[in-house]
């Protein structure tokens, strides 16, 4: 059982490059999330699907776009990529959006450079 | 504004040697609390979900445990193997998507020595 898989694992981009990750999940979850981790800062949400065909934004939501290509993928696009994008992405998914009983589970993260 | 603490920011075990780690909250009201354990270039693995002052929960060295402003892991006689980073989430009423109302703290180093 893979769980959150999430691609590319790492990646250097130079400024003003953009990208897609890609994550999918087999646990049959209706709710996506796209994180970011940075030292210091905790993990802060930056676009989030409730359900299949809704996309929503989070707390740090500027320079992303994002695609809920079907229920199981969930891609983030970066369309020009700056050196404050450098950070450590992580895709989750949850049975429902969170709630009682509804956990958020994790993929392995995608650590992304900017230079 | 909902904040989610957690302290120390980083603990030196001896192993066997039992401690806690603490996560305070402010929010506009409790819905769920989180830990997590994440390993180095891992995602963060789910550890326990409580929902009320009062509620504990184990496993195996790990006790969670929650009051109305704070929540605490409790680990004993720790191993080497407990050595992780561990994340407390705290998930707020209010909002227009309770998905939206996940607030992370910046987790608790912890290293045991052998």
């Known amino acids: 059982n893979a769980g959150v898989t999430q691609t590319p694992k790492f990646q250097v981009l130079k400024t003003g490059q953009s990208m897609t990750l890609q994550c999918a999940q087999d646990?049959?979850?209706?709710?996506m999330y796209w994180y970011r981790q940075d030292p210091g800062m905790g993990l802060r949400l930056i676009y989030y699907s409730a359900s299949e065909g809704t996309t929503d934004k989070g707390e740090v939501p500027n320079g992303y776009n994002v695609s809920r290509l079907n229920k199981r993928e969930f891609s983030l696009r970066l369309e020009s990529a700056a050196p404050s994008q450098t950070s450590v992405y992580f895709c989750?998914?949850?049975?429902?959006?969170?709630?009682?009983?509804?956990?958020?589970?994790f993929g392995e993260g995608s650590w992304l450079t900017v230079v | 504004e909902d904040q989610v603490t957690q302290s120390p920011e980083a603990l030196r075990l001896q192993e066997g040697e039992s401690s806690s780690l603490n996560c305070s909250y402010t929010v506009s009201g409790l819905r769920g609390l989180f830990w997590y354990r994440q390993d180095p270039g891992k995602g963060p693995e789910f550890l326990f979900t409580l929902y009320s002052a009062g509620e504990e929960k184990e496993k195996e060295r790990l006790k969670a445990t929650l009051t109305k402003k704070e929540s605490f892991l409790h680990i004993t006689a720790p191993k080497p193997e407990d050595s992780a980073t561990y994340l407390c989430?705290?998930?707020?009423?209010?909002?227009?998507?309770?998905?939206?109302?996940?607030?992370f703290g910046s987790g608790t180093r912890l290293s045991i020595r052998p």
């Open positions: 989750a998914s949850s049975p429902q959006g969170v709630g009682s009983g509804n956990t958020i589970y």
């Open positions: 646990m049959n979850h209706n709710s």
């Open positions: 989430a705290v998930q707020a009423l209010g909002g227009y998507s309770s998905a939206s109302k996940i607030i």
